[in-house]
């Protein structure tokens, strides 16, 4: 199969790779600017063991559509990394609802702020793909990712007000032009439902010209070829392919990647503010932190900006908040900036990143957990236990009653703690974590030091190749594979 024209002048690079740490590693070719997370993507996207090219992948679906000039756009799309369809299209199926995603962060433009005509044009090529991939779909399902990643690179912190303004008119400016796209198909096709009268996006917006074009776009009363157009949805690998950070409208928990460096969209929002990583070392010495985190009432506060314009939403973040009455007392809220530190170790030679946020008196609020170097399910379920944690410090939970609870746990990894003189061994990466809390936040060096029934045994077992959680991989060489792992994006 011959390449198509457009991938001429593209600048490639192959390498081994699998779709995942288990998967054998197979030939896969996408452009030399792409990460390794990138080409795992594809290579789990597109199945089978055989060598697999990005252009030869895209062609196959893009030439079933049967339409050159559609194929230009949605080539030009996805070598800019602005967006790309649904795993299901890649592989030749018609979904019944199909789904398209559009990375934000890529649209963002230095000297406008965000690239308006470009969106239009990627939201209309996008319906129109869909609608000749799956012709029988009543919805489509276009959605959009890592918006904390475009708020970044407009200095914009994710929590602030102007941030629920610019996601709301981009919101409401991927459904006016998604049901402008629809209504030209209907004029050809036929007409299946009619748009319905939506709110009225915000009239001013911290991006220029932003919220009078989604004000613009906005037209009741047209004669539309689908039923519903957008939709905010799980991550998928289409994403990873995208170097998508932050799926959806979700903020980044934190601001390293997976290699334990500053992400992307932190250095984003550092040069947005013409800070140097020397000038947040500094502020971190003084007590200032300049790279706080957004929480789940921010992401809550997002959620709800967007939803009016936005047919299918994920479950709003602060539903699976613990509420005041359940907790026993109200939420104790962390000052916007506040103290805290960062601890690197290692635990059984995997390395962690234990990130803490402090409230005015010194108190312990809120805790982080990255784990750079895991598979993506160990890494979603440590930080989701953290963001339960941390939801529980500022309900009244008293620190003393999780370190009771979670010191002494045993399950690997486990064994000797390095990059932490206070903690010598651990059982767990929770026993380290709360182990590590006890002595910098209660003063407490009483905790027996973990080993035995714990560390050791937990060791013993991985040594003998019993995997010591559902995605642990006992051999050097998946270990060499889970670098080259997917950075999790969530909802």
Request: proline share 7%; glycine share 10%; charged share 20%.
């Amino acid at each position: 199969m011959t390449t198509h024209r457009d991938w001429q002048g593209v600048r490639m690079r192959r390498l081994w790779i699998g779709a995942d740490p288990d998967a054998p590693p197979r030939q896969v070719t996408v452009p030399a600017a792409w990460d390794d997370s990138a080409a795992a993507a594809l290579a789990a996207l597109m199945p089978g063991e055989r060598p697999v090219s990005l252009a030869k992948a895209a062609d196959g679906w893009v030439g079933r559509l049967a339409d050159p000039a559609l194929g230009e756009r949605l080539r030009r799309l996805l070598l800019l990394r602005r967006g790309a369809p649904e795993a299901a299209i890649w592989r030749g199926e018609a979904p019944a609802e199909p789904g398209f995603v559009l990375n934000l962060a890529a649209f963002h433009d230095p000297a406008s702020g965000f690239d308006l005509a470009g969106f239009a044009e990627a939201v209309e090529t996008a319906v129109l793909a869909l609608s000749r991939a799956a012709p029988a779909a009543l919805r489509l399902r276009i959605g959009l990712a890592d918006l904390a990643g475009l708020l970044a690179a407009l200095g914009m912190d994710y929590g602030d007000m102007a941030a629920r303004g610019v996601a709301a008119c981009i919101a409401a400016l991927l459904r006016g032009r998604a049901e402008a796209a629809s209504a030209m198909l209907a004029e050809r096709d036929g007409a299946r439902a009619t748009a319905v009268a939506w709110s009225v996006p915000p009239a001013f917006c911290a991006v220029p010209a932003l919220a009078k074009a989604a004000r613009e776009a906005r037209r009741p009363g047209l004669e539309l070829r689908h039923a519903a157009l957008t939709a905010i949805g799980d991550a998928d690998l289409p994403d990873a392919l995208l170097g998508v950070e932050t799926g959806g409208i979700a903020p980044a928990f934190s601001p390293f990647d997976q290699e334990g460096g500053l992400s992307r969209a932190t250095r984003a929002w550092l040069a947005a503010h013409s800070l140097s990583a020397d000038a947040v070392l500094a502020a971190l010495l003084r007590g200032e932190n300049r790279l706080a985190v957004a929480d789940a009432a921010a992401h809550a506060a997002i959620h709800d900006a967007v939803a009016p314009w936005i047919s299918v939403m994920p479950v709003r973040p602060m539903e699976r908040a613990v509420s005041p009455a359940a907790a026993g007392s109200p939420r104790r809220e962390l000052p916007p900036r506040r103290a805290g530190y960062t601890q690197k170790a290692s635990v059984g030679g995997r390395k962690l990143f234990l990130k803490t946020g402090e409230y005015a008196d010194g108190t312990l609020g809120e805790v982080f957990v990255a784990l750079p170097k895991e598979a993506p399910m160990m890494r979603g379920l440590m930080e989701s236990f953290a963001i339960a944690v941390s939801l529980g410090l500022q309900h009244g939970v008293p620190l003393e009653a999780f370190v009771d609870a979670f010191t002494g746990t045993n399950f690997g990894p486990a064994g000797v703690v390095e990059g932490d003189p206070d903690v010598r061994r651990a059982g767990s990466l929770l026993d380290y974590m709360f182990r590590h809390l006890a002595v910098h936040y209660l003063g407490r060096t009483d905790l027996p030091d973990a080993a035995g029934e714990t560390a050791d045994r937990a060791e013993e077992r991985a040594a003998a190749g019993s995997p010591l959680l559902p995605l642990e991989l006992p051999t050097e060489a998946s270990a060499r594979q889970r670098r080259r792992g997917f950075r999790l994006v969530g909802r």
